[in-house]
């Protein structure tokens, strides 16, 4: 049954004989749906066709009319988009109006075509009216539809190409892709000639949106199907990988979780929904799977916002790109493409939590960052003798103020914070903390175990920061570019396994050690001036560069990089980690000083400045002194200490003097030696590889 409805869309002569009648200012919508048998294969039913041109209505996508001149045999298309279908008349409106339509007597309607993912659908569609504004079909009874491609095809808007070869730049937009291939429409008035491109030589893709780059990569040119006022290139991928970080051997444990957790994110490219189930996930990456016909992710693919969902449970975001894909047959038969994906970037605390989960999984006695009964934490800390009586007798005028410093510390989910546990039954047998204590810097500290009631809880620990640190470090967010941990040379269990991995690695810009002479200055009267010609100021640009060049040449290793002391123009601001602390009611200050005699550097003297007994032996709130000059007065240095005890609070200030030979040759008795640590986190490879040799 046939409606007709005002419309000024339609304006011209009916087709045939039995349509003279014009259909002037009418629109016709048909509701008339019968039942169909079922069709032969590659056909589709008119009532199926019916709702996939209705679905191309409501995605705003447009179909195909095509005319044969009937004299030359020539094809002309126009692209229409269709309005809302009932029955078997369709009326298309077109996208580009094109003018004087082709004269009825000429040219002959040959039907409609689109394409639908992975195939093309044709219609022998019949013309009822045709206008200036759209043209009105009768339907078939079937369409045929053509297999055109393995993977299906889509289509991009606004997304920028720009091809860069031989030092020229070539300056398109991308069309549409699949996960292998690339179509890429540079127009004919762009600055650059088309014969600069040579079709025989790679080139380089960059893909960008309004915001950011989305990929960059090594392209061949595979297909030039050429136009007058375009260009039209087809360009594959060279890899099927990108290396996004320097390879490593050891690589992060992958899990699998029951239920699988789902990532959801919208393709930077398509802005359409994506949501895949994962395969397994690490704290550095995660796969997937998709069906090669209808594969959407490459190799190179930026995802700016990702989603991982555990069962709606919990959800994390982060940053992340495809950093391979790989087709794989099915015991069907059937191809499909894993895709292996890379966190970019993701918040501190969310990571931590995925990282809790991994690990959990691998060992359930392990914890990071779980809730813990500080009382019971410091019962652990008396009792496995982390605190002896002498430390003890340093800490314990200022028992309360520790307590509260703690109770800050360990219930703020904060990210500059980080402990790790072995539990059993509730009960603390091994502990390990860590803290951002330096811009690019973490600080190992409290390492202790109950090693009477299970022995390989302290390598447990180790074992765990280690993986934690190798997973974490790459994030842009962590701030983790060095680890450093201070420890006793006298400290067997510490010296053999941190002092084991720096000898065994044997390359300082990877991990070096250097000692330190430890004592503490008892507060007196504070002496507000130096005698003479020296002086004590704030350490400029030329006083740092004079420490790394005596640095550089007595060691060659990292302390100066770890310590943050790299002479920089301009200064960067450091105030950010300091906030951090605010934010959890803890103090994390900063000052550096020079000590010179008229104008020569003779030391440097780095004040940190923190909450008392932030760590127990007080490392993080004492004065470091670097002395250039090994024939500065050790009275000199004393008395500089004396000024700078203005900014401490305690009767005992601790103090770390570098190198330990200038103490040992001025006479300057102090308590012990400790031994500073420092690892640079782009040789995780080295130290997996030493520390697995010493266990």
């Not at 136009?227 to 990988?241: A, F, S």
């Not at 420490?547 to 943050?564: V, W």
Request: one cysteine or more.
């Amino acid at each position: 049954m046939d409606y007709i409805r005002n419309s000024s869309t339609l304006n011209a002569a009916v087709e045939g004989k039995k349509e003279k009648a014009a259909l002037s200012n009418r629109r016709l919508i048909d509701s008339d749906f019968e039942s169909e048998p079922p069709g032969k294969p590659g056909s589709i039913g008119r009532n199926k066709l019916v709702n996939i041109l209705n679905l191309r209505h409501f995605r705003n996508q447009t179909v195909q009319i095509h005319f044969q001149d009937e004299g030359t045999l020539r094809n002309l298309s126009f692209e229409a988009i269709p309005q809302p279908c009932f029955g078997k008349h369709l009326v298309c409106l077109w996208k580009n109006p094109p003018g004087a339509l082709p004269k009825t007597d000429k040219y002959r309607l040959t039907g409609l075509s689109f394409s639908n993912g992975t195939e093309l659908i044709h219609a022998d569609a019949l013309s009822r009216a045709a206008s200036s504004r759209g043209i009105c079909l009768t339907l078939p009874g079937s369409a045929v539809s053509h297999s055109l491609r393995v993977s299906a095809r889509y289509k991009c808007e606004s997304i920028h190409a720009r091809m860069l070869q031989n030092g020229v730049v070539f300056e398109g937009l991308l069309k549409d892709f699949n996960f292998s291939a690339f179509c890429v429409m540079i127009p004919s008035a762009g600055e650059t000639p088309f014969q600069w491109l040579n079709y025989s030589n790679n080139l380089t893709l960059i893909l960008k949106s309004e915001e950011e780059t989305l990929y960059s990569g090594e392209c061949r040119i595979i297909e030039n199907p050429g136009k007058r006022d375009e260009k039209e290139l087809v360009i594959e991928p060279v890899n099927d990988t990108v290396q996004r970080f320097s390879p490593r051997i050891y690589r992060s444990k992958r899990v699998s979780f029951t239920p699988a957790p789902d990532i959801i994110f919208t393709h930077p490219l398509t802005g359409g929904h994506v949501s895949l189930k994962a395969i397994d996930i690490s704290g550095a990456g995660i796969s997937v799977e998709e069906s090669r016909e209808n594969a959407g992710l490459f190799a190179g693919l930026i995802l700016p916002e990702m989603t991982i969902n555990f069962a709606s449970a919990f959800n994390i975001q982060c940053k992340a790109q495809v950093a391979y894909t790989r087709v794989l047959k099915t015991q069907q038969g059937k191809e499909k493409v894993k895709c292996g994906i890379a966190f970019l970037d993701m918040e501190p605390n969310q990571h931590m939590r995925l990282l809790s989960m991994i690990h959990q999984a691998e060992n359930s006695h392990l914890y990071i960052c779980n809730p813990v009964d500080i009382d019971s934490l410091w019962g652990f800390f008396f009792e496995t003798g982390f605190i002896y009586p002498r430390k003890y007798a340093f800490i314990q005028p200022y028992k309360e103020e520790v307590k509260k410093t703690y109770e800050k510390l360990y219930n703020s989910q904060s990210p500059i914070a980080r402990y790790f546990t072995w539990q059993q039954n509730g009960t603390i047998l091994a502990h390990l903390a860590m803290l951002r204590f330096y811009e690019k810097t973490w600080l190992i500290h409290h390492l202790a175990s109950r090693t009477e009631r299970r022995a390989g809880t302290g390598i447990d620990m180790i074992d765990q920061v280690g993986e934690f640190a190798y997973e974490t470090h790459r994030l842009a967010s962590s701030q983790m570019s060095y680890m450093i941990c201070y420890y006793r040379p006298a400290n067997r269990f510490s010296a053999h396994f941190f002092g084991g991995v720096a000898k065994n690695i044997k390359n300082l810009h990877a991990c070096s050690v250097d000692e330190f002479a430890y004592y503490h200055s008892r507060a007196g009267n504070v002496n507000t001036s130096l005698p003479g010609q020296w002086s004590l100021s704030k350490a400029e640009y030329h006083d740092l560069c004079e420490l790394k060049e005596f640095y550089d040449q007595r060691s060659g290793g990292l302390m100066i990089k770890a310590l943050d002391l790299i002479p920089e123009k301009p200064v960067r601001n450091r105030s950010d980690l300091s906030e951090r602390y605010h934010e959890i009611g803890l103090r994390r200050e900063r000052r550096v000083f020079t000590l010179r005699k008229q104008d020569r550097v003779k030391a440097v003297i780095m004040a940190n400045i923190s909450d008392f007994a932030l760590n127990l032996s007080d490392l993080t709130n004492c004065l470091s002194i670097f002395v250039i000059d090994q024939e500065t007065p050790y009275d000199i240095v004393r008395q500089a200490v004396s000024v700078l005890q203005e900014y401490y609070a305690a009767s005992k200030i601790p103090v770390l003097i570098y190198p330990l030979s200038y103490a040992e040759n001025t006479g300057r008795r102090y308590e012990r030696v400790y031994s500073l640590w420092a690892m640079n986190m782009q040789y995780t490879d080295e130290f997996f590889k030493s520390y697995n040799a010493l266990k």
